[in-house]
């Protein structure tokens, strides 16, 4: 196992080579950036996902000074009627002075040390902003993978049992109704019914702590934090745990019609003895193949519009923010880092599928 584990770590290196390249091929060719944003923001037309401009530069602070009347040739729309060394000033700020591979050989060899620069538009530096975020990202993540795999897995082996009972069709009608409910839609829908909207004020509507949260006692804040979770987590966790309840019934369904399971039964095992000493292990393969992307997704892509919504400060609000407003070190770092993840979330659900079937032997498999 050790062989595997070294291979698939020295994997790793190329794979997220290749993302970033492709990542920054791309943003060659994207419109606009962060030498545009700044003129648009000079001639008032700027609609980035921030109003301003903070440190980390002061592009637009020494515009005032840059303005001259006569136009010039210039690669960046908006450019006209600005002196051409306050552009140049403005590439060299933002590091586009440079030819993109060497800018591209530069970032990478940063980002091996974890050293991400400094944000655009704000002036601090892009690894401060990311443990800020970090705490609410995982919070969201951590608490509804948890949460769905709880009501999932127990949801899902009682409707592989009683597969065609009342049961199971009145629950499938309440699976297949939650999974076509977008997350942000249902979100607001709590908030109009539970937090003030317009029928009970019960639940906190932003952030994941109340204003008082350091006078409170140790239970006190744990309350108080999970209080500010029930909404969001709700939301997220709607159409989750519908999709890993039709796949724990399905896998158990599977198993359960194989051989081996009639061969238990003949034995005189009870069902319980056959469903949990020997299909449990076989089925529970699939649904453990399923956590990276389950976590991966509620980390990132699947908080997004809940982190907005329910305003709460996280990675995925960050990512999206730092796109719109062309602050590419922000982007390219939360890039790496939600790509690292997922390739190590792969590797320990490897690690896992052998601990629970240790027949399986990835060493004897091509990657």
């Known amino acids: 196992m050790g062989t595997y584990i070294i291979k698939r770590l020295l994997l790793m290196v190329p794979t997220l080579l290749g993302i970033m390249l492709i990542s920054f091929t791309l943003i060659q060719f994207a419109p606009g950036g962060p030498v545009e944003r700044v003129l648009a923001q000079l001639a008032g037309t700027d609609v980035g996902a921030t109003a301003r401009i903070g440190g980390g530069g002061g592009g637009a602070g020494e515009a005032g000074g840059a303005m001259q009347g006569g136009g010039f040739e210039s690669k960046y729309r908006g450019a006209q009627g600005l002196d051409p060394e ?31 620069g400094n944000s655009y538009f704000r002036d601090v530096a892009v690894i401060d902003l990311i443990k800020e975020k970090l705490p609410v990202s995982i919070s969201l993540g951590l608490w509804m993978t948890f949460i769905s795999y709880m009501i999932s897995i127990p949801l899902g ?65 744990i309350m108080d934090y999970a209080w500010h979770l029930v909404l969001p987590l709700t939301a997220l966790a709607i159409s989750a745990f519908a999709t890993l309840t039709l796949l724990t019934k399905n896998s158990f369904l599977d198993e359960i019609k194989k051989q081996y399971v009639i061969t238990a039964r003949a034995k005189g095992l009870t069902d319980k003895q056959v469903l949990y000493g020997h299909v449990f292990r076989n089925a529970m393969l699939i649904v453990i193949a399923g956590f990276p992307g389950a976590f991966i997704s509620a980390f990132f892509a699947g908080s997004l519009l809940i982190e907005q919504i329910f305003s709460l400060d996280g990675l995925g609000l960050l990512g999206f923010k730092s796109a719109i407003d062309r602050d590419y070190p922000v982007v390219f770092a939360t890039l790496y880092i939600f790509s690292l993840m997922g390739l190590v979330t792969g590797l320990i659900t490897d690690l896992v599928y052998t601990w629970i079937d240790p027949r399986i032997d990835f060493e004897k498999r091509e990657l």
Do not use: C, H
Request: charge should be positive; proline fraction near 4%; hydrophobic fraction near 50%.
């Open 86 to 116: 306050f552009i140049k000033s403005l590439e060299k700020q933002f590091g586009f002075d440079k030819p993109a591979p060497e800018r591209f050989w530069m970032m990478l060899k940063n980002y091996a040390t974890f050293n991400f």
């Open 157 to 221: 082996i009682s409707k592989a049992v009683r597969d065609g009972s009342a049961f199971d069709i009145w629950t499938s009608s309440v699976v297949i109704v939650g999974f076509a409910i977008p997350s942000f839609l249902f979100a607001i829908l709590l908030i109009v019914l539970f937090a003030g909207g317009s029928f009970w004020n019960i639940f906190p509507l932003r952030g994941l702590t109340s204003d008082n949260f350091e006078q409170l006692s140790l239970m006190g804040k």
